[in-house]
């Protein structure tokens, strides 16, 4: 049996790929991905209370890495505190999860 582990701060984002799910995070200062067969409901189970959140169909972000959320022509999108990583989208289903989330943790960091 396989087990990939990862320290949370690490972690960047999920994306759903039907029964599969690509880990991105943090690998040596680069970027990396990992293909995982399960899929991202179970994930978002096991992340349940934790600041690893579910903002769409096919994503589920780690809050420690969102530096911003922005509104643009499509909607909410979450740019991550490392440039070299996609920005991510949020979708209407998951805007009030994602901003009690995102407002809850500023208010617990720095002030940022």
């Known amino acids: 049996v396989l087990k990939f582990s990862i320290k949370k701060e690490n972690l960047f984002y999920l994306e759903s790929a039907e029964n599969y799910v690509d880990i991105f995070y943090l690998n040596k200062g680069k970027v990396s991905k990992y293909l995982l067969r399960d899929t991202l409901k179970k994930?978002?189970?096991?992340?349940?209370?934790?600041?690893i959140v579910r903002c769409h169909r096919s994503y589920i972000v780690n809050f420690e890495k969102v530096k911003v959320i922005r509104k643009d022509k499509d909607g909410l999108m979450l740019e991550f505190d490392d440039p070299s990583v996609i920005d991510i989208p949020v979708s209407k289903t998951y805007v009030n999860m994602v901003m009690q989330t995102f407002s809850k943790y500023c208010q617990t960091s720095d002030g940022a």
């Open 43 to 51: 994930m978002e189970e096991n992340f349940s209370g934790t600041e």
